[in-house]
């Protein structure tokens, strides 16, 4: 193999066009080829790869023709598509396909059965993993871990993190089902939030499941979705039917870890939403230790631009100054270079050196599956309205096969739709 990773695309929606963007700052990746179900997205990412110049990008019509003519796939498709990707990409392994790894976007599974169903699969043909958590991989994450190190290292580690993803709400459809997402914004974006937190806690040298989970409180509401002129709007632009299936567009927890070393406790306080009302996707970290903090706002940019009513036609299409942006006229805040801002470039770097050398990523799938094991119990201490205990073998023989109500399609019993 040589020295870049060729890399094909299972999915070439949103994200993977992220990524795309992602690979034209990372040297050891070659975005050789995508196969979607969709042959038009598939073309056009083709097209926005070639003339980035990341990659001839060859369209391919199977999963098999994909994995065939790269060295590493990343499954940038629908949560509910999982399962049965990795099984024609374990079936494509058996039959001669000489892939080295396998990459999985957030979340791994829908639920604890589908992501340990994953990580069985890629064992089954020895695939190297890498688990796609984009915020651990933020330059200011990593900056202030490597920054107050010497603070860390005299007054002792962090000890509480508050993490927040908030946006308006996703783009598509299925996204809003939560019996195709597995959810509503927890299980989308509550992943993110405890994966982030718990990351910051983790002292540098240890790797990322070093702190032990201990417990979790979540509650999960339906604030701004479930109102009626909020629903119709969803009905008529999404397909989904929050009368019948609700998901949640709020939610809120904490997640304590123990040091297994020290036996310290700690804390990371998660909140996420779908109903955030400002310029467009904020991330939000904050962090204290003994004497010392750290803050990051990704709302906050060295870049501001102003756009006035008479020249608001001007602005064709308000998502180019930021994810998710809810404005395109007023004082607007503008991140030149979100794909790296967010983490996705080096990700992708990680992911690349790893598989080069025979390796998995900083976060490997069975990471992937304690976040799923956090996130179900998030959804169980917000069904029960109690605090769920992660070392209890009985809970988590019961996690196993958890399916949330809301995920079953049953949120109206779990949340206040207004008549
Ligand atoms: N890290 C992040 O911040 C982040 C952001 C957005 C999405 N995601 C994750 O990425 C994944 C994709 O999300 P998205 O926003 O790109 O979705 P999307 O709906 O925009 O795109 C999905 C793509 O998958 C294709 N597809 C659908 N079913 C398929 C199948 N069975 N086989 C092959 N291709 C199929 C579609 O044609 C489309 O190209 C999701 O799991 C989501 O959770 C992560």
């Given at each position: 193999m040589s020295n870049k990773l060729k890399l094909g695309m299972i999915g070439a929606g949103f994200v993977a066009n992220f990524h795309a963007r992602a690979l034209k700052q990372v040297r050891n990746v070659d975005l050789a080829g995508v196969m979607s179900v969709s042959p038009e997205l598939s073309e056009k990412l083709s097209r926005a790869s070639q003339s980035y110049g990341t990659g001839t990008c060859k369209v391919y019509n199977t999963i098999a023709d994909l994995a065939e003519n790269v060295d590493a796939i990343a499954i940038f498709a629908p949560n509910f598509a999982r399962v049965e990707i990795m099984e024609a990409i374990v079936d494509a392994v058996k039959k001669g396909a000489n892939l080295k790894g396998i990459i999985c976007e957030k979340p791994l599974g829908r639920n604890m059965k589908e992501a340990r169903r994953l990580v069985e699969l890629a064992r089954e043909v020895n695939l190297k993993t890498a688990y796609f958590e984009n915020q651990i991989f933020m330059k200011p994450m990593q900056a202030q871990l490597s920054q107050l190190q010497p603070q860390v290292k005299t007054m002792g580690p962090l000890v509480l993190t508050r993490s927040a993803e908030e946006h308006g709400g996703p783009h598509e459809g299925w996204f809003w089902d939560p019996t195709r997402q597995g959810g509503g914004v927890l299980s989308d974006m509550g992943c993110h939030s405890i994966a982030v937190g718990w990351y910051a806690l983790t002292p540098v040298d240890k790797s990322p499941r070093f702190l032990e989970p201990v417990s979790i409180s979540a509650e999960t509401a339906l604030l701004k979705w479930g109102l009626p002129e909020w629903r119709k709007k969803l009905k008529e632009n999404m397909g989904v039917d929050y009368t019948k299936t609700p998901a949640e567009d709020f939610t809120t927890g904490i997640v304590t870890f123990k040091n297994?070393?020290?036996?310290q406790m700690v804390k990371a306080q998660f909140t996420d939403s779908w109903m955030f009302e400002k310029q467009g996707l904020r991330l939000f970290m904050d962090g204290m230790g003994p004497g010392y903090a750290f803050e990051i706002n990704t709302l906050v940019s060295s870049l501001q631009i102003f756009i006035g009513d008479i020249a608001a036609e001007a602005t064709a299409n308000a998502e180019l100054a930021l994810e998710k942006s809810t404005a395109s006229r007023g004082l607007l805040a503008v991140q030149h270079n979100e794909a790296d801002l967010y983490g996705y470039t080096d990700e992708n770097e990680d992911a690349a050196n790893a598989f080069l050398a025979g390796k998995d990523g900083l976060l490997d799938w069975e990471y992937g599956l304690e976040i799923t094991k956090m996130i179900m119990a998030g959804y169980m201490s917000a069904e029960r309205g109690k605090v769920i205990d992660l070392t209890d073998p009985k809970i988590l023989q019961e996690l196993e096969t958890f399916i949330p109500l809301i995920q079953q399609g049953k949120g109206t019993e779990v949340l206040h739709v207004v008549k």
């Open positions: 297994p070393e020290t036996g």
